[in-house]
């Protein structure tokens, strides 16, 4: 960035809490198989650190993880997932499923290391459990992280699961990955989707109790509407775009999107820019890509009110000063810009979070 926009975005930041909905990949090869340590900041990549979140001017964070498949030496095998493995026959996935042998063994294995980085770097960041851990981080300006997961395999119908993984600081699930689970249906689900069951109902229950925020980011239709009107606090989609804009499964309809504002939601556009060869850091972002999600965010805003739009960039945090500066450019005030980069997202954290 150059010919000022440096200076607009401290200036941006200074005033205004910068939050990514979903910024930190847990399951990620560096953090599962390199063993990288989260406070040590690393050259090499545009992805995310403690040391580089604080650098980008963020003040809160979403980092996420969830079940991963593994063999029995317990390393990863990131590129045999049954999304990047396919079958000789029409491209055939050669799994029709992504379960896990151990769902809960591997997501809190995921979260302990997670943890052991936040336990060791107090200096650099601070989990966040409850509203007055979210206000009190935003006061002393540290990185403020919220630790998350996705698929209900790993708690299946015990609420009692959910409640101790609340008092470890869980903070956010991302209902689904792909296909059917025992609540509720993944996006690619279409053929005979019942919506919320009532097993799903008793855990959306008890995830409002245990202050834990609920992301359909990859529940299909019928299970997010269903949803939306059956949580008695606010939701979220954490990192999808406007369906009629790109179609695909995993983005959101205009419906799902008007639900969410009307119970007080919000929608984390994701935005499409693409990271440089072997994730180096940026040196700049293509301008037609970032035209691209001005155009989502235009979109949305049309949709659901300026209130109900955030970000999440799905692990892509080193874009938000680029993107920050096409939205102002686009010609949105900067206290509109500062509810879709941040304001919206901390009121639905402080509806939701325990006090």
Known sequence: ?????????????????????????????????????LGQRDDSTCRGDFVKFAEWGLRVVMCKGGPVLYDDNFAALWPRQPEHRRGRAESEPLYLSSNSKNPTQVVLALLDRFLCDVEAHTDKVRLIHTVADLDKALRDRIVALLMGSNRSDWFGDVPGVLRMAARLGLRMITLNSSGRELGWDGHDIERGSGGLSDVGAKMIDQMNRS???????????????DIISYSQRPVIDS????????ESTRNTSDVVMRALADRGGLLGIIPGITRPEREQPYTEVDSDQ??????????????????????????????LPWLIEAVLQAGYTEADAAKIFGGNYLRILRAVLPV
């Not at 926009?5 to 990620?28: I, Q, S």
């Not at 202050?211 to 509407?225: F, P, R």
């Not at 970000?311 to 892509?316: A, C, D, E, K, R």
């Open 1 to 37: 960035m150059n010919d000022g926009t440096d200076e607009r975005f401290a200036d941006f930041v200074r005033a205004y809490p910068l939050c990514d909905m979903l910024g930190l990949n847990l399951t990620h090869p560096r953090f599962v198989i390199d063993h990288i340590d």
């Open 211 to 225: 202050g834990i925020l609920i992301d359909l980011a990859h529940t299909n239709e019928s299970s997010s509407l």
């Open 239 to 246: 990192h999808s775009n406007p369906r009629v804009l790109e």
């Open 290 to 319: 970032l035209a691209v999600v001005v155009r989502h965010i235009d979109y949305a805003v049309d949709v659901m009110g300026i209130e109900g739009v955030g970000i999440g960039t799905h692990f892509n945090s080193a874009c």
